[in-house]
């Protein structure tokens, strides 16, 4: 790994973190608690694990971009985040739902949750795009 590819992928676990607390812990923080079943739930979440978790979708995206992809504006990485996140975040959802009680407010929640996650991916992609793109001449 270059320092390119880290620092993308720390650029990238930083925006994606700090989308997640604003969707998840400001915005939906009462529609989540109300549709999701609280005893799956940890209250405080193991910050560590949150970080590590986040960490890996950064770099699931800084290497889809930069190996496969060759993404290097804000633009361009935030559309292919949030299709990647939206698959990504589908999948997971609805095996949950098929397989849990996760989801007490139904489909619904589900949705929610999936929506959450594509917009926290195109935040996370942008941000990932942009930095690969950094010195490039790339200021799309």
Do not use: C, H, Q
Not at 82 to 101: D, N
């Amino acid at each position: 790994m270059d320092k390119r590819f880290l620092t993308a992928t720390a650029v990238g676990t930083v925006a994606l973190f700090l989308a997640g607390f604003l969707i998840y812990g400001v915005l939906l923080s009462g529609y989540m608690a109300e549709n999701m079943d609280a005893s799956a739930m940890v209250d405080p979440p193991d910050w560590l694990w949150l970080v590590i978790s986040t960490a890996l979708m950064a770099i699931l995206f800084t290497y889809i971009f930069s190996k496969w992809a060759s993404i290097s504006t804000w633009k361009t990485g935030a559309k292919a985040a949030a299709v990647i996140g939206f698959l990504v975040a589908s999948s997971y959802a609805t095996g949950m739902y098929a397989m849990s009680t996760l989801y007490a407010g139904g489909l619904m929640a589900v949705l929610v949750d999936v929506i959450g996650s594509t917009v926290m991916s195109a935040i996370g992609g942008a941000a990932i795009g942009a930095a690969l793109g950094m010195g490039s001449g790339n200021g799309e």
